[in-house]
Every structure is written in C-alpha cells, then in structure tokens.
Nanobody, 115 residues
Framework: QVQLVESGGGLVQPGGSLRLSCTFS????????MGWYRQAPGKQRELVAT???????TTETSVKGRFTISRDNAKKTVYLQMNSLKPEDTAVYYC?????????WGQGTQVTVSS
C-alpha cells in the first residue's frame, strides 16, 4: 500500500518562495510517475507539474519558469520548488503517484500567498 504525505506549505508573501515535499511510503517509488496538483477554493483540481519515472517533466503554463518539480529516489521524495509566488497560486497542493493506472493521492498541504 502506498501512502503520500505532503509538507512545506504555509503562508508566504507575494514574490516569496516555498518548497513542498511529498514523502512516499511503499515499494518501488522509482517506478512511479509523480505529480503535483492544486485546488483553489471553488475551482477544480488542476495539474501543476509532473515527473515521470524516467525523469521527464511537464509544467503547467501559468507556473512555468517559477515552479520546478524534482525527485530524490533514494529518499522516496518528490519536491515542488515554488518561486515568485503570486496570490493566484493560493490553493491546496496535492501529491500524486501513478503507475500503470493505479493512482494514489496525498492529503494535501495549504499554500496561501498573501501580504
């Protein structure tokens, strides 16, 4: 059974930075495609960034150049480095693990960008 635990969220001023972490418990982390999603109040959950097991990445247009996804297979952790944060980045951020159509979600971590 896979469990995902996100951390690193919080309150930050516009222009600030945060690094989110998602720790994976279970076997074969290195075989999973990992992703970060977010859901703002009243909106649908949306994709932020993904990294495949092979290391290929995708980044949603609105965060490209500001957010970076990375992973450390030895630590079974995926990260989301968020720079130049904007109020519209405020959301609950969720970690996702996907392998051959089996998908797991974390519980989410709140990110609030406000002065």
């Amino acid at each position: 059974q896979v469990q995902l635990v996100e951390s690193g969220g919080g309150l930050v001023q516009p222009g600030g930075s945060l690094r989110l972490s998602c720790t994976f418990s279970g076997r074969t982390f290195s075989l999973y495609d990992m992703g970060w999603y977010r859901q703002a109040p009243g909106k649908q959950r949306e994709l932020v960034a993904t990294m495949t097991a092979g290391g290929a990445t995708t980044t949603e247009t609105s965060v490209k150049g500001r957010f970076t996804i990375s992973r450390d297979n030895a630590k079974k952790t995926v990260y989301l480095q968020m720079n130049s944060l904007k109020p519209e980045d405020t959301a609950v951020y969720y970690c996702n693990a996907n392998r051959i159509g089996t998908i797991y979600w974390g519980q989410g971590t709140q990110v609030t960008v406000s002065s």
